[in-house]
């Protein structure tokens, strides 16, 4: 503790300012790219230094309350990081929502996704191997992004699902929320008969072993097995790409939550589908449903 305690304010303002400055830890590859093309490395996003800043001032806050039972005094006499700022985001919320917007499916494009998927991107492909592992994994894939559309759930909720989880009778999903809480979430008619569909055929398809629980499945080594994190990214990169612009699964939810909003005009019940403690994480929507709203007044009479 004694090297926590000699820490003074501007100590820890000096650290914060060189994780700001700081490039990021990238692959040598990336690193030698960029240095033989004179780019200078990226910078830290402000949003990943806040979250260090906000660690740092959870421990210290600890520290400076629990009591040490040898001493009977707290392990810190006084909290250093109170007295650091917060990292300032320069950008506004209207500037957060038209960076977002660009990468969003709203209104009917979400469907057309969808039916792109389902009926026109094998038209892209140019070989028979990719024909034969789209056709392998497409109601698979049908059902997994029919699934974010259907309920902006994240990445890594939607992986961990289990069969049991999904209750396609009452249109709902049991998700194990980020927090460790497990939580029931509204399932959208978009998603229902692409989910109904692999669930029909997962068996087939994948021939798992009785035991396996996993909702979504991958062959991996002729054996089936939970797919992981990055396959679903990948997969929703490789269609959004050639249906429009790459984007990734957390777009997606950005998606729902901004035509949620726009629907219902509730930043609770958006936070509420999405499994957010509070509005605060939510209020971009207001922004980007915002412009919608101004466009259909323009449209009112024409």
């Known amino acids: 503790m004694a090297e926590f305690a000699a820490l003074w304010p501007e100590d820890l ?79 506004t919320m209207a500037e957060r929502g038209a960076a977002i917007e660009k990468k969003l499916f709203l209104d009917e494009e979400a469907l057309d996704f969808l039916d792109f998927i389902e009926k026109r991107y094998i038209d892209t492909l140019e070989t028979r191997q990719a024909i034969t592992a789209f056709k392998n994994n497409q109601v698979r894939d049908l059902a997994i992004i029919g699934l974010f559309l259907g309920t902006g759930m994240r990445l890594s909720e939607l992986v961990n699902m289990n069969v049991q989880d999904l209750d396609l009778n009452t249109g709902e999903a049991r998700v194990y929320r980020k927090g460790g809480k497990w939580d029931m979430v509204v399932i959208s008619s978009i998603a229902i008969e692409y989910l109904n569909v692999y669930l029909e055929q997962r068996n087939q398809l994948y021939q798992p072993d009785e035991n396996e629980s996993a909702l979504f499945l991958t062959r991996y080594r002729g054996k089936a097995k939970r797919i992981a994190n990055g396959a679903v990214e990948a997969m929703v990169g490789k269609y959004s790409e050639a249906f429009k612009i790459k984007i990734s699964p957390h777009k997606l939810r950005h998606s729902v939550a901004t035509q949620l909003y726009s629907k219902t005009n509730s930043l609770v019940q958006v936070a509420e589908q999405l499994g957010q403690s509070g509005t605060s994480a939510t209020t971009v929507y207001t922004h980007i449903a915002g412009k919608k709203k101004r466009d259909a007044m323009n449209d009112l009479w024409t």
């Open 13 to 91: 303002e000096f650290y914060k300012a060189h994780l700001v400055k700081a490039p990021k830890i990238l692959k040598e590859s990336t690193k030698k790219r960029l240095e033989e093309s004179d780019q200078a490395l990226p910078l830290r996003q402000n949003a990943t230094v806040q979250r260090g800043v906000t660690a740092l001032r959870s421990l210290f806050s600890y520290l400076s309350e629990a009591i040490d039972r040898k001493t009977g005094k707290p392990y810190l006499e006084h909290n250093m990081m109170g007295k650091v700022a917060n990292v300032k985001d320069n950008k």
